[in-house]
């Protein structure tokens, strides 16, 4: 084969692949539809890489931050990706707003993990606060960065045991009041704390309630008077019965835990991250976010979100399927 018509062959490999890809990109903007477990695209067409993450909703933009747990990146450092939409379904790739060598004499297979950003008001700072271990995870501390822009480069300032306990599994709430509180897992306790942040957000202030349980993957929401907190089992990467109680205050006293999905199903094949709350003209709705974790291969590690039932105490997590939501209604519709 000539020079040429090797130089024209690759040309063609090339422009199919691309082509390829912009079919992927089309087909993903002209969906309406959530699919829960399988493959989400970005707006680059490339699969999005938020594991573990937080949603921060400002204005009508949602931004989505977590582990980018890309096969590209250098495995020598820990990312965390920015992405927005204004859907809560197609969404916009901004950038790695952490690409961060191992910090405070870390080394080897070093761990940062879920991700959650916070906007303080009064300082005009975003703050991201992250899980931050050793190989062995006995590090066990919380790590705090900071940018003056949603999806600037996040400076690192500290790591630090919050309420001098042991945090593993953070996650992330904002009451309907505006108020910002970490959720963390401590094992010791064998429990989680949700604890309030101080002005500034750059330190945990104040306890607020022990959950009585040994769970990870914390998340709250506020929903017709009460407060309903879910976790998950410790079982590692492996998918287990989540659970929630509930309380009229996040200081407690909280119920005996129920479980969020029949028990046999594990979740749906996932832990919980996240309950997100949209509240619309018409409807509030409340979706679970969670991941379904491929330990193997932790960059094809898939979503589940999916609008729960809930009110008067109950949480129910509904078999996962194709649905849609109207961001600005707050309408969520669920294939039959």
Same mark, same amino acid.
């Given at each position: 084969m000539t020079n040429r018509g090797f130089l024209a062959r690759r040309w063609v490999v090339v422009l199919l692949f691309c082509f390829a890809l912009c079919c992927v990109a089309q087909a993903q903007s002209a969906s309406t539809d959530i699919k829960p477990g399988e493959p989400w695209f970005d707006d680059r067409g490339q699969q999005i890489q938020a594991h573990g993450g937080g949603i921060l909703h400002l204005g009508k933009t949602w931004f989505w931050f977590g582990e980018d747990r890309s096969k590209t990146n250098d495995p020598d %450092? /820990? &990312?965390? #990706?920015c992405y927005s939409s204004d859907d809560l379904v197609h969404w916009k790739y901004h950038r790695q707003v952490i690409a961060m060598a191992a910090p405070e004499g870390l080394s080897g297979h070093w761990v940062l993990e879920r991700p959650k950003v916070f906007y303080n008001a009064k300082t005009k700072k975003f703050v991201l606060y992250m899980h931050l271990d050793d190989p062995a995870y006995k590090m066990a501390r919380v790590a705090v960065a900071t940018s003056d822009t949603v999806d600037?480069? &996040?400076? &690192?300032? /500290? +790591?630090? /045991?919050p309420l001098d306990f042991e945090s593993r599994d953070i996650g992330q709430f904002i009451d309907d009041d505006g108020a910002a509180y970490l959720i963390f897992e401590s094992r010791p306790s064998k429990g989680f704390y949700i604890a309030k942040l101080s002005d500034d957000y750059l330190d945990v202030a104040k306890e607020m309630s022990f959950v009585d349980a040994p769970l990870e993957g914390g998340a709250i929401v506020h929903y017709q008077g009460l407060y309903y907190a879910l976790g998950s089992h410790l079982t590692g990467w492996k998918a287990n019965p989540n659970v929630y109680a509930t309380s009229a205050t996040l200081s407690g006293p909280w119920s005996a835990m129920k479980d969020i999905a029949p028990p046999e199903v594990n979740t749906y094949d996932s832990q919980s991250s996240m309950l997100v709350k =949209? =509240?619309? +003209? %018409? #409807?509030?709705? =409340?979706? &679970? =976010?969670g991941d379904r974790w491929k330990p193997k291969d932790l960059w094809d590690s898939r979503y589940i979100w999916m609008p729960v039932e809930i009110g008067s105490g109950n949480l129910h997590l509904p078999q996962p399927k194709y649905w849609t939501i109207n961001a600005k209604t707050g309408v969520a519709t669920v294939a039959r």
């Open positions: %450092k /820990r &990312y965390v #990706a600037g480069d &996040y400076n &690192y300032i /500290r +790591s630090f /045991r =949209v =509240v619309g +003209s %018409k #409807a509030t709705t =409340v979706i &679970y =976010v």
